[in-house]
């Protein structure tokens, strides 16, 4: 989970520069801050477990396919 939150103090860091400096307005920059990255922060929260969910099943492949031969 920490590693979820560093990675949502830059995306939040960065939607707000880029709303910022595309519009020169604060309210924007605050709003791209706020709504972009807290969705791709639950997104990346899900994607990193469907991840882990898949290294198992591979691991517990090759597990398998190793005893099969041995």
Do not use: Q
Not at 37 to 55: G, L, M, Q, S, V
Request: hydrophobic share 55%; with cysteine.
């Amino acid at each position: 989970m920490l590693k979820t939150l560093s990675f949502a103090a830059i995306h939040f860091t960065v939607a707000f520069t880029i709303g910022y400096l595309l519009t020169g307005s604060l309210l924007v920059g605050g709003a791209m801050a706020l709504v972009e990255p807290a969705c791709n922060t639950i997104a990346y929260h899900f994607h990193e477990k469907a991840w882990a969910r898949a290294a198992l099943r591979r691991n517990r492949r090759a597990a398998a396919d190793y005893s099969a031969a041995h």
